[in-house]
């Protein structure tokens, strides 16, 4: 009996335990999927911007075009991902030069 109590708590606890680290990552979070174009429209070009902020996925291939054309390097600039990107297994584009 003490080893089915035991068992079922176990059970219980991983239950919760799952359900709540889902609930974490769902909440709050929007994940974009890309369409395969590439924005560069958030680039200013503006020599004194030192920090840009990426929160869709075309803009993730706009920062990827802009390296691969050699248009910035980046060097010394933070880039940062602000959302869940999906890049719904495309390869339209080269993410590494």
Do not use: P
Not at 14 to 27: D, K, N, R, Y
Not at 60 to 88: M, P, R, W
């Amino acid at each position: 009996m003490k080893k089915k109590f035991l068992s079922l708590l176990l059970v219980l606890c991983f239950v919760m335990a799952f359900g709540s680290i889902t609930a974490l990552a769902v909440e709050g979070q929007t994940t974009d999927i890309w369409d395969g174009t590439a924005d560069t429209s958030w680039y200013t070009g503006h020599e004194t911007e030192s920090e840009y902020h990426i929160t869709t996925a075309e803009q993730l291939a706009g920062l990827a075009q802009l390296i691969n054309t050699g248009t910035i390097t980046f060097e010394g600039k933070t880039v940062y991902l602000d959302n869940d990107l999906d890049l719904d297994k495309r390869e339209d584009i080269h993410w590494q030069r």
